[in-house]
């Protein structure tokens, strides 16, 4: 059983590096996060043992336990130089609740981005995917959340210790005598993990599946086999002219597109419209409806303050903005006037108006509702309103949109033109430019 023991964990490591494709070539550098707990010593011990890379030992102190946290950088600082390896040492201050979990697991991730290594492998088990994904599950997460803790990530994290378990860990160090720390916040039942490793856990164990962290590990694996092809989908899915993104972060979507599409695939392009703000249930519901709405315009307002704005079949998804407050500004003759916005308008020339008088003022304001006038070319006076549907501008460029006065009648608007009253052929009575 001991050959068994010391084989399984070391064979099972090489078989999972190979499957992902986790590491480099031999001879590559690569960092090893090490806490001086049971599962990074064990990973450190054994990639080391296989001798293909150059190790770097990794090690944030987060200041959190005291002489305890301080023991801890002491024995990673000895286990690096009793195995000859570099080791890289940082303290984190500053961490305090709320979200005390999270923000550790930010620091720690920030710590290994500084280090500059394009691999970080650090000691995840079968055990701590089985409680990523139960916790998940338990707070409403859907296929993509499901997936858990992934073996390789676009940072360069992966997790060779991922197919192995916690106790298989453990007893291959006890069999080789090799000492770990254990960590007192593991047995604190404030944290929620904690609870269920040591009460939900071994509950659902005896009650209901003995192999209960085995099934976990496996709707893992199978959803992130899913969540790779869904990757690949929706990234060829956004690059098609249905889809643009905008100098503002935002995005365009093609309404019509969206309702063509299996309700699977819609969730999966706006998840990935909105990344990384992650989109609830719900969210996903009030984009589909809003989408398949037969016309007209609406707005959905999802967490992190995005915005999600439907007209002329089209949707903008932006962070949401406080609307551009009303402007009016006192045109100078033959001189350039910035547009609140963006762009600048240039008067070319004076001129009179058949019922006007050339001492009135020229003004350029934003439009209003109820503002109509009549271009040139139309044979009627138009509302500025029904020219944007005529003109399909959606509803979210509207607001702000330039409009030049002389004498309180609209003598020019962005896109339609100059008034059909203005007097002199060939005449115009701006340029706008950027």
């Given at each position: 059983m001991?050959v068994?023991?010391?084989?399984?964990?070391?064979?099972q490591?090489?078989e999972?590096i190979?499957?992902y494709?986790?590491?480099?070539?031999?001879?590559?550098?690569?960092?090893v996060?090490v806490?001086?707990?049971?599962?990074?010593?064990?990973?450190?011990?054994?990639?080391h043992?296989?001798?293909a890379?150059?190790?770097v030992?990794?090690h944030?102190n987060?200041?959190l336990?005291?002489?305890?946290?301080?023991?801890?950088?002491?024995?990673?600082?000895?286990?690096?130089?009793a195995?000859?390896?570099?080791c890289?040492?940082?303290r984190a201050?500053g961490?305090a609740?709320p979200?005390?979990?999270?923000?550790?697991?930010r620091?720690?991730?920030?710590?290994?981005?500084?280090?500059?290594l394009?691999?970080?492998?650090?000691?995840q088990?079968r055990?701590?995917?089985?409680?990523?994904?139960?916790?998940?599950?338990?707070r409403?997460?859907?296929p993509?959340?499901?997936?858990?803790?992934l073996?390789v990530?676009?940072?360069g994290?992966v997790?060779?210790?991922?197919?192995?378990?916690?106790?298989?860990?453990?007893?291959?160090l006890?069999?080789?005598?090799?000492a770990w720390?254990?960590?007192?916040?593991?047995?604190d039942?404030?944290?929620d993990?904690n609870?269920?490793?040591?009460?939900?856990?071994?509950?659902?164990?005896?009650?209901?599946n003995?192999?209960?962290?085995?099934?976990?590990a496996?709707?893992?694996?199978l959803?992130?086999?899913?969540?790779?092809?869904?990757?690949?989908w929706?990234?060829?899915?956004?690059?098609s002219?249905?889809?643009?993104r905008?100098?503002n972060?935002?995005?365009?979507?093609?309404?019509?597109?969206?309702r063509?599409?299996?309700?699977?695939?819609?969730?999966?392009?706006?998840?990935?419209?909105a990344?990384?703000?992650?989109?609830r249930?719900?969210?996903?519901?009030?984009?589909?409806?809003?989408?398949?709405?037969?016309?007209?315009?609406?707005q959905v307002?999802?967490?992190g303050?995005?915005l999600?704005?439907?007209s002329?079949d089209?949707?903008?998804?932006?962070?949401?903005a406080?609307?551009?407050e009303p402007f009016?500004?006192?045109?100078?003759?033959?001189?350039f006037?910035?547009?609140?916005?963006?762009?600048?308008?240039?008067?070319?020339?004076?001129?009179?108006?058949d019922?006007g008088?050339?001492?009135?003022?020229?003004?350029?304001?934003?439009?209003?509702?109820?503002?109509?006038?009549?271009?040139?070319?139309?044979?009627?006076?138009?509302?500025l309103?029904?020219?944007?549907?005529?003109?399909?501008?959606p509803?979210?460029?509207?607001p702000?949109?330039?409009?030049m006065?002389?004498?309180?009648?609209?003598?020019?608007?962005?896109?339609?033109?100059?008034?059909?009253?203005v007097?002199?052929?060939?005449?115009?009575?701006?340029?706008?430019?950027p």
């Open positions: 001991k068994v023991a010391r084989q399984a964990v070391e064979a490591v090489a999972t190979l499957r494709n986790m590491l480099p070539e031999r001879g590559q550098r690569i960092g996060a806490s001086g707990g049971a599962d990074s010593v064990c990973l450190l011990h054994v990639l043992a296989m001798g890379w150059e190790l030992v990794l944030l987060h200041g336990r005291g002489e305890e946290s301080d023991g801890d950088e002491a024995a990673v600082h000895a286990l690096a130089a195995l000859s390896l570099e890289i040492v940082e201050d961490l609740p979200n005390l979990e999270d923000k550790a697991r620091a720690r991730y920030e710590f290994f981005a500084r280090t500059g394009a691999r970080v492998a650090t000691g088990t055990d701590d995917q089985a409680e990523t994904v139960m916790l998940r599950l338990l409403g997460a859907g993509a959340g499901l997936a858990g803790i073996p990530t676009d940072e994290i997790r060779p210790l991922l197919d192995c378990s916690r106790a298989g860990v453990r007893l291959w006890a069999l080789r005598g090799i720390r254990e960590d007192s916040s593991n047995a039942l404030a944290f993990r609870r269920l490793r040591l009460e939900l856990l071994p509950q659902l164990a005896r009650d209901w003995p192999a209960v962290t085995t099934a976990l496996h709707i893992a694996e959803a992130n086999s899913d969540e790779r092809y869904w990757r690949e929706t990234a060829a899915e956004l690059a002219p249905s889809y643009g905008l100098p972060g935002g995005w365009l979507a093609d309404a019509a597109r969206l063509s599409l299996h309700p699977a695939q819609h969730g999966r392009v706006w998840r990935a419209l990344a990384p703000v992650p989109l249930f719900d969210d996903i519901v009030r984009l589909q409806r809003l989408a398949a709405a037969g016309r007209g315009s609406g307002r999802l967490a303050g995005l999600v704005t439907r002329l089209r949707l903008y998804l932006r962070r949401a406080p609307l551009p009016q500004i006192d045109v100078p003759w033959n001189d006037v910035a547009v609140p916005g963006g762009g600048r308008l240039k008067v070319q020339n004076r001129y009179t108006m019922a008088n050339s001492t009135q003022s020229w003004v350029l304001r934003s439009w209003q509702p109820g503002d109509a006038y009549q271009p040139k070319g139309y044979g009627r006076v138009w509302k309103k029904d020219l944007f549907q005529l003109h399909r501008v509803s979210w460029e509207r702000g949109w330039p409009i006065e002389f004498g309180g009648q609209i003598v020019w608007a962005r896109r339609f033109g100059l008034a059909a009253a007097g002199g052929d060939g005449w115009m009575v701006v340029e706008e430019m």
